[in-house]
C-alpha cells in the first residue's frame, strides 16, 4: 500500500471513527486490577489520538509530496550503489572544462523504458524511469514532462531546452508536478508561445538511508549528488529526448534545500547550465543541520553559492532568480546579486507568506517567463 496513495488516506480516516467506537465500547469492560484498568484506557486514548494524528499527516503529504514513499518517511531507502572517486576536473565536474551537458557523450548511449507516474496527483503525461546513474553510481527515479510542441510535426526537426527541477529536503521527485503543478500552469503558457518550450526533468535528490540531505554535492565515500544531477541526469535526458545539449539551453531550479542547490549547480557549472532559479533558499549549507555539507568545515565553504560566485576566476555566464522573504531567502539573494560582475546576473524577488508550496506555486508562471527572457523560443 503506497503512502501516498488513496487507499492509505481512506483506511486512515477510517481508523479515526473506528478508534473512537471501540474505546467507547471497550471503556467500561475493562476488568483486572485497577492499575491494568488504568493502563488500557490510556492506551484506548493514545489509539485514538495517534489514528488522528496519523490522519492529519497523511494529508498533509499527500498535499505537499514531502515524502514520496515509505522508504523516504523510514529512512529504509538508500541509493547509492557505489561512491566512484571521481577525478575533479577544472570546472569542479570531473571533467573537462568548457564541455556541456552532453560533455559524457562519448560513453554509450543509455536508452530508458518509461512510465506513468502511479500517484493520481502527478498527470498522466508526466513519464518516469529508473535510471542506474553511471558516473555518480547513484540510482533514482527521474520525471520527465514533454512541452505540447514536442510531438508536433512543426517540431520534428527540433531541440528542446531542458529545466532540472530539484524539491527541496525532505522533497519528493513529484513535488514539482503534483504539487507546483508545473506542468499544469505552463501548458497552456507554451500553447500561446508566452513560456518557452521547455523540458521538465525532476531527478530523485533524496539519495541517502539515514535522511540526511546530500547537499547536492559530491561527498567522498559518501554519495556523488553533484555528479548524479549535473551529469547522469543529464546525460540521460539527451540520450533519450531531443534535447538540446548548449548548455545556454539548460537551467535548473528549485525550492527550499532544492533552491540552494539551483544555485549552488548553476554557478559551480556555467559549462552545464545557463540559468538557476532559487525559491526561498540559503546560501550557508549550515542553514540545514542535517545536510552532509554542513558538516565539514571545507565543504561547507566551498557548497556555499555566494563563494563559489566570489572565488570564480572569471566571473560565470550566469543568470540566477532568487526569491525569498525577508529571513528566508531574501538576504542570500541580495548578497548575491552584491557580489554578481557581468556576465553574471542575479535578479532578486522579494516575497511575502510563509516557506510552503503556497507562496512557490502562484510562482511558476512568472520564473518561467523569466527563464523565457533568459534562453528564449528557437525559430
Not at 502527478?122 to 524511469?129: E, G, I, M
Not at 525532476?202 to 539515514?210: K, Q
Not at 548548449?246 to 533552491?259: F, K, L
Not at 563563494?307 to 540566477?320: E, V
Request: with cysteine.
Amino acid at each position: 500500500m503506497q503512502l501516498t496513495g488513496t487507499p492509505f488516506l481512506l483506511l486512515t480516516i477510517v481508523l479515526v471513527p473506528v478508534s473512537i467506537v471501540a474505546a467507547l465500547l471497550l471503556w467500561g469492560r475493562v476488568r483486572g486490577p485497577k492499575p491494568f484498568q488504568v493502563l488500557s484506557r490510556i492506551v484506548m486514548l493514545l489509539f485514538c489520538q495517534i489514528t488522528a494524528v496519523m490522519t492529519v499527516f497523511v494529508m498533509v503529504n499527500n498535499a505537499n509530496l514531502i515524502y514520496g514513499s515509505w522508504d523516504d518517511l523510514l529512512g529504509t531507502g538508500n541509493h547509492v550503489r557505489a561512491v566512484p572517486n571521481l577525478q575533479t576536473g577544472p570546472d569542479g565536474s570531473g571533467g573537462p572544462e568548457g564541455g556541456g551537458p552532453g560533455n559524457d557523450a562519448q560513453r554509450p548511449k543509455v536508452l530508458q523504458q518509461f512510465k506513468p507516474v502511479d500517484d493520481p496527483k502527478v498527470p498522466d503525461d508526466v513519464r518516469t524511469t529508473d535510471l542506474k546513474g553511471e558516473v555518480s553510481g547513484v540510482d533514482g527515479e527521474v520525471l520527465v514532462w514533454l512541452p505540447p510542441q514536442y510531438d508536433d510535426p512543426a517540431y520534428k526537426d527540433k531541440t528542446f531546452p531542458v529545466v532540472e527541477l530539484l524539491p527541496g529536503w525532505p522533497g519528493s521527485s513529484k513535488t514539482w508536478f503534483g504539487t507546483l503543478k508545473v506542468s499544469e500552469q505552463l501548458k497552456p503558457m507554451m500553447r500561446s508561445g508566452q513560456v518557452a518550450p521547455f523540458i521538465l526533468v525532476s531527478p530523485r535528490t533524496n539519495l541517502l538511508g539515514d535522511n540526511t540531505d546530500t547537499g547536492c554535492a559530491d561527498v567522498p565515500g559518501k554519495v556523488n549528488a553533484d555528479a548524479w544531477l549535473s551529469r547522469d541526469v543529464p546525460q540521460m535526458v539527451l540520450d533519450n529526448f531531443r534535447a538540446d545539449p548548449a548548455a545556454d539551453r539548460w537551467a535548473v531550479a528549485g525550492y527550499s534545500a532544492g533552491a540552494h542547490c539551483a544555485a549552488k549547480l548553476a554557478l559551480e557549472h556555467p559549462n552545464r547550465y545557463r540559468a538557476g532559479v532559487s525559491l526561498s533558499g540559503y546560501n550557508d549549507p549550515g542553514v540545514e543541520e542535517k545536510s552532509l555539507t554542513a558538516q565539514d568545515p571545507h565543504l561547507r565553504e566551498v557548497s556555499n553559492p555566494l563563494n563559489i560566485l566570489r572565488s570564480a576566476k572569471t566571473p560565470p555566464k550566469t543568470a540566477l532568480y532568487v526569491s525569498g522573504n525577508k529571513g528566508d531567502g531574501l538576504e542570500a539573494g541580495e548578497a548575491l546579486k552584491a557580489a554578481a560582475k557581468p556576465p553574471t546576473a542575479v535578479t532578486v524577488q522579494e516575497t511575502s507568506g510563509a516557506h510552503s508550496s503556497d507562496v512557490w506555486k502562484p510562482m511558476v508562471p512568472g520564473v518561467f517567463t523569466w527563464l523565457t527572457g533568459v534562453i528564449p523560443v528557437q525559430h
